[in-house]
């Protein structure tokens, strides 16, 4: 009796052992009649209450699917490992850089057949931004905030150093000149302590280096996440959008030398000793929320950083102009996009795609827009769309985004790995560890090894990758 | 086996099941997963490809993988020579007659008890070049420039071997209970012998704690070879000219930021056989100098 109960006992542990895990995935699917969605998103704060508040009303529109919002970080390492574990939500906000990697892997629906039973399609979106949704021939995502970039910069900076406000650099010569003229450096002169701009130095000032440096012009280097698209700017290509990279092509050398140069024209020890004052972009300690660098770039988001870091900021904002030859008539810009996906293996993909479609419906992704300050990727605009959102600058980024010199990364699955190489070859030119030839010879090298793996990969099972969408496509 | 005995064992195993069980899944099928992961081109998202020995073999081309490795074993030989020898010098002044002495035991034990992640944060304003703690105090002694802990490729592994050696306060504890565990006879003998300080030290004290100061090397070599959350915390992208890539965190990157978990899992195959390697070394090299049964 004893050993029946023993076992009994034994058994019941076994059992309450593996009921643990599974009891993980177990069901929240239907409260009343409503299929629940779940949706992952990156954003948090603000962002993530325009999400919300969109979803509420979602919610409240229909009676028959309920959205359920959960901030994840970091998403695609999350969504990934959901994804292989079989285990995704029904709806994921990723980044446009993600897309080709997540679809090349097997881990998104792709929307076609769906779109072309919404109506959907090209003739909806700014171009260069459909482009982003797309990868292989087929559409995996649709943009909720698309962004791009430009300069910024500040005008009391530009006052009080003779500059016109008003008037913010239109060539790359100006910029280079405005930056040395706003650039503001500290030394002793006839045992006097003196602060005066960086042209004012005599040659035997500059070169003797006994200089600290308490305002900048401009820093390339102080782009945030932007530091690899650089080479834009000068023509760079990247990517031969077949089986070569293109990290040391003319355009990223160019832009590589221009990061020397100005390294080497203010003095490494000296822009080592300001940037140890601060913190990194978009945070309060960065030099241009603190009112000590005059110009930088960065998208339509920062004026959510400004409001909230230095609201007395007097800013503005123009195209940041590409090196001489690259784009003399159209303004250029790097654009990027948050996106929604629907992961492969999500229980509700039918019900997800449904909200999806509702996210794109120009007065639901302007009030989005409007409430994360930042612009939409459809090509239709309301005419009162720029004077309803809080920003003032969204005409000109809406403007901007749409420019014949808007340029996406390229529609690389590896590029993530890229940019890491690019900022890391950077840093090295930045602190004068290597030359810029050096520098993107070892990022070429690198990357070109890794894309020929990935392309190895893709080689064996392409064919079979993609039959696999052609039947993932009548989902 | 008589039924009966049968019976037990049964019940046994029974009861047992549910460490057996969650062995087998959570540790002995990992293990083995990537054993066969690291043979095969894996992304984690899609179906393993085999490869055979391509992960191993790209591993000898990968100027990252070995400059990750290289990092790992010079922060580990400075980190951990120094962290010993400082957790000692702690050990033995807290080993004296002081006034305070838990309180300063509980100081020094504190900082181990902060977690990674804070303390990277910490450090990085401590190590700051202009306005860091540490190179104030410098500049106050009169050194014109200071070194560049977090910009200066040759001074990025100093620095986070300070993080290290900060956080020694375990290692001080378990030095400082041997320390007491010293056989009071023996100082002594050595003492009416007229043994000055130091001669007790090198040869009553220190042989009678090595078997505890070889444990703390081993563990210190294993732990050291797997840094990772200070430094993914203080550095991004290996910090300058990657000086600060650690093989755990290129190992991280690879597994969830390249995807590439069947190299990853190649490169943790290898680490394990690293850490088996140099353990074997080090109680090799340290045999003669480790003293068992001093009573």
Redesign the interface.
């Known amino acids: 009796m004893v050993g029946a109960l023993n076992l009994a006992g034994a058994a019941f542990l076994s059992l309450l052992l593996l009921a643990v895990p599974s009891g993980c995935t177990a069901k929240t699917d239907t409260p009343g009649e409503r299929v629940i969605v779940n949706y992952w998103e990156k954003w948090a704060g603000f962002e993530a209450e325009a999400m919300q508040s969109i979803i509420d009303d979602f919610n409240r529109s229909q009676n028959r699917i309920e959205v359920r919002f959960l901030t994840i970080s970091p998403i695609d390492v999350k969504l990934m490992l959901a994804a292989s574990g079989g285990n995704p939500p029904d709806l994921a906000g990723l980044w446009e850089y993600s897309i080709p990697d997540f679809a090349e892997k097997g881990a998104l629906l792709p929307l076609d057949d769906e779109l072309a039973n919404a109506g959907l399609g090209a003739d909806h979106y700014v171009p260069v931004y459909w482009e982003l949704c797309r990868h292989r021939g087929f559409t995996w995502a649709l943009p909720s905030t698309p962004g791009c970039v430009a300069l910024f910069y500040n005008k009391r900076l530009f006052r009080e150093v003779g500059l016109d406000p008003d008037r913010p650099p239109r060539t790359f010569a100006e910029v280079e000149a405005m930056s040395r003229r706003l650039t503001r450096v500290e030394l002793e002169r006839n045992g006097r302590r003196v602060r005066v701009s960086f042209d004012e130095l005599t040659a035997a000032e500059r070169k003797s280096g006994r200089y600290t440096i308490v305002q900048v012009g401009h820093l390339p280097y102080d782009a945030g996440m932007f530091v690899s698209a650089w080479g834009f700017w000068f023509g760079a290509k990247y990517y031969d959008g077949d089986r070569r990279i293109l990290a040391d092509d003319a355009g990223n050398l160019a832009a590589f030398r221009w990061l020397r140069d100005t390294m080497t024209t203010y003095g490494v020890d000296q822009l080592k000793d300001f940037n140890a004052s601060f913190g990194q972009s978009q945070t309060a300690q960065s030099p241009f929320l603190a009112g000590k660098a005059a110009m930088v770039m960065q998208g339509p988001w920062l004026l959510n950083f400004i409001e909230k870091y230095s609201p007395d900021l007097e800013w503005g904002v123009a195209p940041f102009p590409a090196a001489p030859g690259v784009s003399d008539h159209a303004p250029m810009t790097l654009v990027v996009s948050d996106m929604l996906v629907i992961p492969r293996g999500a229980k509700h993909p039918h019900e997800a795609f449904e909200f999806l479609r509702y996210t794109q419906r120009q007065d639901v992704a302007e009030k989005l827009a409007i409430l994360q300050r930042k612009f939409t990727a459809l090509r239709e605009v309301s005419p009162d769309f720029a004077a309803r959102n809080p920003n003032p600058a969204i005409g000109f980024f809406t403007a901007l985004s749409r420019s014949p010199g808007a340029r996406a990364v390229p529609r690389l699955s590896i590029w993530r790995d890229y940019d890491i190489e690019m900022t890391v070859a950077a840093m090295n030119v930045r602190y004068l560890i290597k030359t810029p030839e050096q520098a993107l010879a070892e990022v070429q090298k690198r990357i070109q090894w890794r894309f020929d793996r990935v392309r190895r990969r893709w080689d064996l099972v392409g064919s079979e990758r993609i039959a696999e969408w052609r039947e993932d496509e009548h989902w | 086996m008589s039924t009966g005995e049968q019976?037990?064992l049964?019940?046994a195993l029974?009861?047992v099941?549910?460490w057996l069980?969650?062995f087998a899944v959570f540790t002995i099928y990992p293990i083995a997963a990537s054993l066969y992961y690291s043979f095969c081109?894996y992304?984690?998202?899609?179906r393993p490809?085999w490869v055979g020995l391509l992960n191993y073999r790209?591993m000898v081309?990968?100027?990252?993988y070995w400059k990750s490795l290289s990092n790992t074993l010079v922060f580990s030989a400075i980190s951990l020579p120094l962290g010993l020898c400082f957790a000692l010098a702690l050990a033995l002044l807290l080993n004296r007659p002081v006034a305070s002495r838990g309180l300063f035991r509980a100081i020094f034990y504190l900082p181990s008890l902060v977690p990674a992640v804070a303390a990277g944060a910490v450090w990085l304003w401590i190590l700051?070049?202009?306005?860091g703690l540490i190179n104030e105090a410098l500049t106050w002694l009169g050194i014109h420039?200071p070194p560049?802990w977090l910009?200066?490729?040759n001074w990025t592994k100093p620095g986070l071997a300070l993080v290290a050696i900060w956080g020694c306060g375990n290692t001080v504890v378990i030095l400082l209970a041997a320390l007491q565990g010293v056989p009071r006879a023996l100082l002594e003998a050595a003492t009416i012998d007229g043994a000055s300080a130091w001669r007790r030290l090198w040869h009553v004290v220190l042989p009678a704690i090595s078997p505890v100061i070889y444990f703390n090397f081993i563990v210190g070599v294993i732990g050291a070879l797997q840094t990772f959350a200070t430094v993914f915390v203080m550095f991004t992208?290996?910090g300058?000219?990657?000086s600060a890539e650690f093989y755990a965190v290129y190992l991280y990157e690879n597994a969830?930021?390249?995807?590439?978990m069947g190299y990853a899992c190649a490169m943790a195959w290898v680490l394990f056989l690293l850490t088996l390697a140099l353990t074997w070394l080090a109680s090799r090299t340290t045999r003669g100098f480790v003293h068992y049964s001093v009573d």
Request: avoid cysteine; aromatic fraction near 10%.
């Open positions: 019976k037990h049964w019940t029974a009861f099941s549910p069980v969650g081109d992304d984690v998202l899609s490809l790209d081309t990968d100027d990252v700051n070049t202009r306005n420039r560049q910009d200066d490729p992208n290996g300058p000219d990657r969830f930021e390249f995807r590439q």
